[in-house]
């Protein structure tokens, strides 16, 4: 329920609901893996592929949507990006 709340709030920025913003945020995911050749940018896996906003949304929320603002990275990666370390 959170999470609805959370993409009803993200999509108020786009003129979007909740479930658009989900639907045009899995878009942007799957066009940064597609452009990165479906290969993590950091270790060349091509496992469990995830899209990273390279500034985060929340901070930057204009650039939620821009593609030089994303970057493939797999899961380990991924949470290494995001916290700092490895898991």
Do not use: M
């Not at 786009?14 to 639907?23: Q, V």
């Not at 995911?29 to 060349?44: A, F, K, Y």
Request: glycine content about 6%; some cysteine; charged content about 30%.
């Amino acid at each position: 329920k959170r999470n609805l709340l959370k993409l009803e709030e993200c999509g108020k920025l786009f003129n979007k609901t909740g479930f658009e913003f989900k639907r045009a945020l899995l878009s942007w995911s799957n066009l940064i893996q597609e452009r990165d050749n479906h290969t993590c940018q950091d270790c060349g896996s091509k496992e469990n592929l995830e899209a990273h906003h390279i500034l985060p949304k929340k901070d930057h929320p204009k650039l939620t949507f821009e593609l030089s603002n994303g970057l493939t990275v797999c899961k380990d990666c991924h949470y290494e990006y995001t916290w700092g370390r490895k898991k």
